[in-house]
T-cell receptor, first 111, second 116 residues
Framework: GESVGLHLPTLSVQEGDNSIINCAYSNSASDYFIWYKQESGKGPQFIIDIRSNMDKRQGQRVTVLLNKTVKHLSLQIAATQPGDSAVYFCAETKYGNKLVFGAGTILRVKS | DAGVIQSPRHEVTEMGQEVTLRCKPISGHNSLFWYRQTMMRGLELLIYFNNNVPIDDSGMPEDRFSAKMPNASFSTLKIQPSEPRDSAVYFC??????????????FGNGTRLTVT
């Protein structure tokens, strides 16, 4: 029978190109945001986080941008590699509240 | 650091049977979370503990689900009796801090539960 489930957006990029994964969060009061990467058969893996008093944070090959005005979060991956292929989740929370995950975006890297 | 350790990795059981999932959080972390992941609903928080005390169990779907944290290094999630709709991947995660306050969650590799 036909499977029914979340239809995750897919981003396909060429190896070596930069990737930008976007996320619209729901709670304007959220003050902490996290990006996770999930590979097949594994749990979500922490990539980078950002607090609401910042609008940009850089890690190794990754940058997170936060636009609180439009409740938008993005993850930029520089020089995307085949090992970056995974599902990427943004998550948001407000102090003392639950961490809420987005539906996820599939990143496919073409060699 | 061994990370969050979950067991078993896979569990196949028949409807009506009791299922127990186990989790060892990262040493020193004081918050522990149980999540369920399905294609239909994505990642859902079931329950979380802080300093071994359940803080929010509003995500636990039914009374068939229960979770315990007898000490800082061990937690269980029990389903009794199990039903086919419980089939999912169950993740345990831990963090340092109150809930997820300013501290990322670290996840285990999950238990894939199949109830036939």
């Amino acid at each position: 029978g036909e499977s029914v489930g979340l239809h995750l957006p897919t981003l396909s990029v060429q190896e070596g190109d930069n990737s930008i994964i976007n996320c619209a969060y729901s709670n304007s009061a959220s003050d902490y945001f996290i990006w996770y990467k999930q590979e097949s058969g594994k749990g979500p893996q922490f990539i980078i986080d950002i607090r609401s008093n910042m609008d940009k944070r850089q890690g190794q090959r990754v940058t997170v941008l936060l636009n609180k005005t439009v409740k938008h979060l993005s993850l930029q991956i520089a020089a995307t590699q085949p090992g970056d292929s995974a599902v990427y989740f943004c998550a948001e929370t407000k102090y003392g509240n639950k961490l809420v995950f987005g539906a996820g975006t599939i990143l496919r890297v073409k060699s | 650091d061994a990370g969050v350790i979950q067991s078993p990795r896979h569990e196949v059981t028949e409807m009506g049977q009791e299922v127990t999932l186990r989790c060892k959080p990262i040493s020193g972390h004081n918050s522990l979370f149980w999540y369920r992941q399905t294609m239909m609903r994505g990642l859902e928080l079931l329950i979380y503990f802080n300093n071994n005390v359940p803080i929010d169990d509003s995500g636990m779907p039914e009374d068939r689900f229960s979770a315990k944290m007898p000490n800082a290094s061990f937690s269980t999630l029990k389903i009794q009796p199990s039903e086919p709709r419980d089939s999912a991947v169950y993740f345990c995660a831990s963090s340092l801090g109150q809930g997820s306050q300013l501290s990322p969650l670290h996840f285990g590799n999950g238990t894939r539960l199949t109830v036939t």
